[in-house]
Nanobody, 124 residues
Framework: QVQLVESGGGLVQAGGSLRLSCAAS????????MGWFRQGPGKEREFVAT????????YYADSVKGRFTISRENAKNTVYLQMNSLKPEDTAIYYC?????????????????WGQGTQVTVSS
């Protein structure tokens, strides 16, 4: 069982930056691939970024590639999402998710554990 708690959301102007954090419980954090997803107003949840167990492999949605960076610190049981050059269309609730395994995937159904989400609002 893994419990995930996101933090770092807030209100920012377009062009600004935020860093989201996701703290995980448990002693086997390094056994999990981690992902970030988001759900904007009136939209379905969508994939943002994923990282493998070691942090050596990452994958991004086209909409955030070059602007967002996912990283992890296994010693701190934490995964991060650095978001730069934010746009109003990035406004959403951002969710951290975990799945056992050594690979990485953008498929939300693969992730068994989810955080409660943190709101990111980008004003124009």
């Amino acid at each position: 069982q893994v419990q995930l708690v996101e933090s770092g959301g807030g209100l920012v102007q377009a062009g600004g930056s935020l860093r989201l954090s996701c703290a995980a419980s448990g002693r086997t954090f390094s056994s999990y691939m981690m992902g970030w997803f988001r759900q904007g107003p009136g939209k379905e949840r969508e994939f943002v970024a994923t990282i493998n167990w070691s942090g050596g492999s990452t994958y991004y949605a086209d909409s955030v590639k070059g602007r967002f960076t996912i990283s992890r610190e296994n010693a701190k049981n934490t995964v991060y999402l650095q978001m730069n050059s934010l746009k109003p269309e990035d406004t959403a609730i951002y969710y951290c998710a975990a799945a056992r395994g050594l690979g990485l995937t953008s498929a939300s159904k693969t992730y068994a554990y989810w955080g409660q989400g943190t709101q990111v609002t980008v004003s124009s």
